[in-house]
């Protein structure tokens, strides 16, 4: 009963019915309603399940988190702001915690991300709907200036207005969804994420499932990638197809194939006719935000800006995760979030190499594995560090480390994988390396400015 609602949980959390179908409902909140029942009956099965997937030092970082969000914004504006910015961040630690306590068996992981990629599919469907008929094209599109010779024009979207129709190259025309996906950058991002776990459920002599379900799925999330235009996501699929060929056809030649599927990808449009170079005005922008963001570090080095405060600062936001979180957490905000990140994947890593081979559980740990690092491709083209797509591809990477230690339990393997982890001295020369990385970065690319 309480996966069940969990997995309810999940599907609205990207569905968004309530946002889309009955905003009057708004009001009564009826997502953190159900999300508090299922907080409840989760805490009283915990025992039942043996416990939750989280370990002790997943939790203490996620409050750490918490905590950070908090002493940052009241260092910012006040005690009183910071209440309010913890309430905000709040449902997002909710479903990482609720989800730890219900992702305990490698069955349940595997649900959870069918559930999760059913969603997608329906989304690609009402997405490309939107984009051949104008469906909720006021909802589901993004019309920006476009880069045709007639472009500059106001971008305001009209009822009849059909994406698919408009041949003039005034206009960019950007498919999206709502909530946390409401920006086709987000969008692109987690379907991107999600296609390693969709390419999980294949099973060899399974050709029925595979033509009648996985293919269609696979061939609606990558044509509504394509219609997000968006340019970090076409890194992050170049990553994912490097991983997945590389030990077939060695590193130089995938390096190859891959630099030619993005120069084809260039031509046949992908990004919208969006340059991917810092000459680029649009990617020029990103690196005056990531220096702006290096000078609040700089200004603000404890406790950074404050929590959702990097636009306070900055006409946009940082346009990459890492620095929108040293830039509005500091140093010691930083060093917390990234401690949870780097714990995460190193336990994700080593559970790949751990786990019995040709087992749901090493196939898992490897494709998870690949849909962390397509994520975080991405994520350097987006601010997205305390949103909920983030902190659920860690629970769901916790899930498949926790199933594989439970396979391995008993054994000196089992044993050194479920074992407390040092995390603090790596994780700050992890967060002074990366900070080094984009001072490096923003410099040479004034140098070549001639600034």
Not at 270 to 277: D, H
Request: proline residues 3%; aromatic residues 12%; contains cysteine.
């Amino acid at each position: 009963m309480t996966f069940k609602l969990y997995l309810l949980l999940m599907a609205l959390s990207y569905l968004r019915i309530f946002e889309l179908f009955a905003p009057e409902l708004a009001p009564l909140r009826p997502m953190l309603l159900l999300m508090l029942i299922v907080l409840g009956l989760s805490i009283s099965d915990l025992k039942k399940q043996g416990g939750s997937a989280l370990s002790k030092q997943h939790q203490r970082l996620m409050w750490g988190i918490i905590a950070m969000v908090f002493i940052s914004d009241a260092m910012a504006a006040g005690v009183g702001d910071a209440v309010g910015a913890v309430i905000t961040f709040l449902p997002t630690p909710m479903l990482f915690f609720i989800s730890g306590m219900n992702l305990t068996s490698m069955q349940r992981v595997k649900s959870t991300a069918a559930v999760i990629i059913g969603c997608l599919a329906i989304l690609a469907c009402m997405s490309i709907a939107c984009y051949h008929t104008g469906f909720m094209v006021d909802t589901l599109t993004m019309k920006e200036n476009g880069t045709g010779p007639d472009s500059g024009f106001a971008a305001v979207i009209e009822a009849n207005d059909v994406p698919a129709l408009d041949t003039s190259g005034r206009y960019l025309w950007r498919i999206r969804s709502v909530g946390f996906l409401g920006d086709p950058n987000d969008y692109a991002q987690t379907m991107v994420c999600f296609l390693p776990m969709l390419i999980a459920f294949w099973q060899p002599g399974r050709w029925m499932r595979t033509l009648f379900l996985l293919a269609p799925t696979a061939s609606l999330l990558l044509y509504t990638i394509y219609l997000t235009r968006s340019r970090g996501s076409l890194l992050g699929l170049s990553a994912l197809f490097f991983l997945g060929v590389r030990k077939r056809l060695g590193t130089l030649m995938t390096a190859g194939l891959v630099v030619g599927i993005f120069v084809g990808a260039m031509a046949l449009n992908f990004t919208g006719g969006r340059a991917v170079s810092s000459q680029d005005e649009s990617a020029g922008g990103r690196i005056e935000a990531w220096a702006q963001g290096l000078n609040m570090l700089t200004s603000y080095p404890i406790a950074g800006v404050g929590y959702h405060r990097f636009s306070d600062h900055h006409t946009h936001t940082a346009h990459n995760t890492l620095v929108v979180c040293f830039g509005e957490l500091g140093l010691l905000g930083y060093w917390v979030w990234l401690a949870l990140v780097i714990m995460v994947f190193t336990q994700l890593s080593r559970a790949a190499d751990a786990a019995l081979p040709g087992t749901d559980e090493q196939l898992w740990a490897t494709r998870v594995k690949m849909s962390f690092i397509g994520f975080f491709v991405c994520s350097m083209f987006l601010s997205r560090a305390f949103e909920p797509q983030l902190f659920i591809l860690l629970v769901i990477s916790i899930g498949v480390w926790n199933a594989v230690c439970k396979q391995l339990q008993g054994t000196a393997q089992g044993v050194a994988l479920a074992a407390t982890m040092p995390w603090r001295s790596r994780t700050f020369f992890w967060a002074i390396g990366t900070i080094l990385f984009f001072y490096v970065l923003v410099n040479v690319n004034n140098i070549m400015l001639g600034r």
